[in-house]
T-cell receptor
Framework: DTGVSQDPRHKITKRGQNVTFRCDPI?????LYWYRQTLGQGPEFLTY????????KSRLLSDRFSAERPKGSFSTLEIQRTEQGDSAMYLC????????????FGSGTQLSVL | DAKTTQPTSMDCAEGRAANLPCNHS???????VYWYRQIHSQGPQYIIH???NNETNEMASLIITEDRKSSTLILPHATLRDTAVYYC?????????????FGTGTRLKVLA
């Protein structure tokens, strides 16, 4: 069990640039979640997948954000035309669907938009 | 919005039991109570979850009231490494949305 891995751990970018983050879930997990967290706040739900299908997307997520999980394995989260307000920790979690579902989180990608 | 309310912060002496309360008065019959914790600069970590009955594992115990409107997470012998933010979450598991909605949690500080 190698856990959930996220890449990169840190990303610094200039306002207006596009960024892409990658998440590799635990191999047998069929659900994958993306969250965003700012200082002093709990993780904020962005979107989640079951296998390759994106089943729910937060209404707070602007159309600059897009996520994919092309083969039901790894996932990418892209932010286009970044803004300073996008600065946050982006967390990925995976799970095996069922009544005993437990989320396993990665260490996150810290994004700083200058 | 989170469906739970928790105290903002709590202190606990090392070696003593830490009892973290959570109110979830609008919980539905098929919704589970989950607890996660987040140690500074790490992703949240699963602790325990339950539906109706009290639950215990190697990390903690979960006590759910009979009316299911509140619960308490118990760390039986708190250590300094238990200093973290603890999140109580209510979530359905069999139908509808499966997302976990985190609130702002309880910041537990274990004192030496």
């Amino acid at each position: 069990d190698t856990g959930v891995s996220q890449d990169p751990r840190h990303k610094i970018t200039k306002r207006g640039q596009n960024v892409t983050f990658r998440c590799d879930p635990i191999s047998e997990h069929n659900r994958l979640y993306w969250y965003r967290q700012t200082l002093g706040q709990g993780p904020e739900f962005l979107t989640y997948f079951q296998n390759e299908a994106q089943l729910e997307k937060s209404r707070l997520l602007s159309d600059r954000f897009s996520a994919e999980r092309p083969k039901g394995s790894f996932s990418t989260l892209e932010i286009q035309r970044t803004e300073q307000g996008d600065s946050a920790m982006y967390l990925c979690a995976s799970s095996l669907a069922g009544t005993n579902e437990k989320l396993f989180f990665g260490s996150g990608t810290q994004l700083s938009v200058l | 919005d989170a469906k739970t309310t928790q105290p903002t912060s709590m202190d606990c002496a090392e070696g003593r039991a830490a009892n973290l309360p959570c109110n979830h008065s609008t919980i539905s019959g098929n919704e589970y109570v989950y607890w996660y914790r987040q140690i500074h600069s790490q992703g949240p970590q699963y602790i325990i979850h339950g539906l109706k009955n009290n639950e215990t594992n190697e990390m903690a115990s979960l006590i759910i009231t009979e009316d299911r409107k509140s619960s308490t997470l118990i760390l039986p012998h708190a250590t300094l490494r238990d200093t973290a933010v603890y999140y109580c979450i209510v979530r359905g598991a069999t139908s509808g949305t499966y997302k976990y909605i985190f609130g702002t949690g309880t910041r537990l500080k274990v004192l030496a």
